[in-house]
């Protein structure tokens, strides 16, 4: 017996699906149409709220040379909580999927790997950020980061604009992230046309989360 006192059944609560993968390859293009295909909500961090978006704007400002890394993992983490908050978990538990181009594997790979703050350290203050919200699927788009690079054109953030060294750290991360959580993860090779990487995330989907 439960104490419902609605007739509603209960929504079944949605999937969260992540991308994940360095500056340029290609990742923010197939999370979209991934989310078109599976009427998902599609998002972005940092950002996906305006709280999150303030953020955004102040900590890839090419022209705040002086923030420090540990202010740069906490604005993240910052605008995480909030996009968590208020869009990620009620779309989850309103049944429906989410699609987030990048979630915390981008700061434990950015913040984590590439600033030096550690991967322990980013990850406690990312499960403090997140409620304990995890994603049900992470796909890592892995393309050639000198490959990727190219495709970035001239007008860089300020995280892009910490320059190659970073971008190879963080592909490796990701890397080393897959290797250690296959179940959670899944590799997909990001090079080729936007329609034949789309054909292998599709296999995925319909693979491993039967969508
Ligand atoms: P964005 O323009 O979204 O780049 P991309 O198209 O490559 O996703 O900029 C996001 C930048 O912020 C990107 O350089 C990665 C960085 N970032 C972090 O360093 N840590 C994080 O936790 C997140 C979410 C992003």
């Known amino acids: 017996m439960t104490n419902h006192t609605s007739t509603e059944p209960p929504a079944s609560r949605g999937t969260l699906i992540v991308f994940e993968g360095g500056d340029g390859s290609g990742k923010s293009t197939q999370a979209e149409r991934l989310a078109a295909r599976i009427d998902a909500v599609f998002?972005?961090?940092?950002?996906?709220?305006?709280?999150?978006?303030?953020?955004?704007?102040?900590?890839?400002?090419?022209?705040?040379?002086?923030?420090?890394?540990?202010?740069?993992?906490?604005?993240?983490?910052?605008?995480?909580a909030q996009h968590v908050d208020e869009l990620i978990e009620p779309t989850l538990r309103a049944g429906r999927h989410?699609?987030?181009?990048?979630?915390?594997?981008?700061?434990?790979?950015?913040?984590?790997?590439?600033?030096?703050?550690?991967?322990?350290?980013?990850?406690?203050?990312?499960?403090?950020?997140?409620?304990?919200?995890?994603?049900?699927?992470?796909?890592?788009?892995?393309?050639?980061?000198m490959a990727a690079r190219g495709r970035l054109g001239s007008d860089l953030d300020r995280i892009e604009n910490a320059g190659a060294a970073l971008g190879e750290q963080v592909v490796d991360t990701y890397r080393m992230l897959a290797a250690a959580d296959p179940v959670g993860w899944v590799v997909v090779d990001a090079n080729g046309s936007i329609d034949e990487v789309g054909e292998r995330i599709d296999a995925v989907l319909s693979d491993r989360l039967g969508l």
């Open 43 to 80: 998002t972005r961090e940092p950002g996906g709220t305006r709280i999150g978006d303030l953020i955004r704007s102040l900590v890839l400002d090419p022209d705040h040379v002086e923030l420090a890394d540990r202010t740069e993992a906490l604005l993240m983490a910052a605008a995480r």
């Open 98 to 145: 989410v699609v987030s181009d990048r979630y915390v594997a981008s700061s434990l790979a950015y913040q984590g790997v590439g600033r030096g703050l550690g991967v322990d350290v980013v990850a406690d203050l990312n499960r403090f950020a997140t409620a304990g919200v995890t994603p049900d699927l992470t796909v890592f788009l892995d393309a050639d980061p």
